[in-house]
């Protein structure tokens, strides 16, 4: 089955104690992404990646960071965070199309961080 | 990135035809509308996509007039587990081959029996 798994699902930490959620993708996509949805500020975009070793921030990267070693792995580490972290992290793939059109971005089950 | 206006909310019931409206004055001749539906707690879903006229798929019809400063989602014949935030987006053609999605507020549909 095509999809994009994220662990943990859940997780509850506490300031500065660094973590890594991870995100996994079989559909062989180029492009993956981390998005942070919060209420009343929706959907917004941490870091994106075109390709393996290709990252780029998005509209909110403070306090994230990204790898992209493999084509199917995307993880974000939150070195150090902080209780303004704690949100719904959704990531994302899809594949590279010419010219963009068409493409549509798979999204993963979300993992809900809250940082105490 | 050209901005979109939907409606906050809309109710509906169980069997009727719904069309959310999503106004984007300033869409660009390269970008593309685009649908996302969204369950509680889970992550968006793609619904359709289209540049003019009409798309249809087994979800829903896509309808863009002329002008293309408005499109409309039409789900048929909805029904409870259609209650969900359906998010209208302008998809800018990067290029590269990948599309930046913006994610407003949404319209929150709740389908009642």
């Known amino acids: 089955e095509a999809q994009v798994t994220q662990n943990p699902r859940y997780l509850i930490t506490v300031t500065g104690k660094k973590l890594t959620v991870t995100c996994s993708q079989n559909?062989?996509?180029?492009?993956m992404s981390w998005y942070r949805q919060d209420p009343g500020l929706g959907l917004r975009q941490i870091y994106y990646?075109?390709?393996?070793?290709?990252?780029d921030k998005g509209d909110v990267p403070e306090g994230y960071k990204v790898s992209r070693k493999e084509k199917r792995n995307f993880p974000l580490i939150l070195e150090s965070p902080s209780p303004n972290q704690t949100s719904l992290y959704f990531c994302?793939?899809?594949?590279?199309?010419?010219?963009?059109?068409?493409?549509?971005?798979?999204f993963g089950p979300g993992t809900r961080l809250t940082v105490t | 990135l050209a901005k979109t206006t939907q409606p906050i909310s809309m109710d509906s019931y169980e069997g009727q035809e719904v069309n959310i409206t999503c106004s984007h004055n300033?869409?660009?001749?390269?970008?593309?509308i685009t649908w996302y539906q969204q369950f509680p707690s889970q992550g968006p879903r793609f619904i359709i996509q289209?540049?003019?006229t009409k798309v249809t798929n087994e979800v829903a019809s896509l309808f863009i007039p002329a002008d293309r400063k408005s499109s409309t989602l039409s789900l048929p014949r909805v029904s409870l587990s259609d209650t969900a935030v359906y998010y209208c987006?302008?998809?800018?053609?990067?290029?590269?081959?990948?599309?930046?999605?913006?994610f407003g507020a949404g319209t929150r549909l709740a389908v009642h029996p």
């Open positions: 990646s075109m390709n393996v070793e290709v990252t």
């Open positions: 559909m062989n996509h180029e492009y």
């Open positions: 289209g540049y003019k």
């Open positions: 994302a793939s899809s594949r590279r199309v010419a010219g963009g059109i068409g493409s549509e971005q798979y």
């Open positions: 987006l302008v998809v800018t053609d990067f290029s590269g081959g990948y599309n930046k999605l913006i």
């Open positions: 300033n869409i660009a001749t390269n970008d593309y």
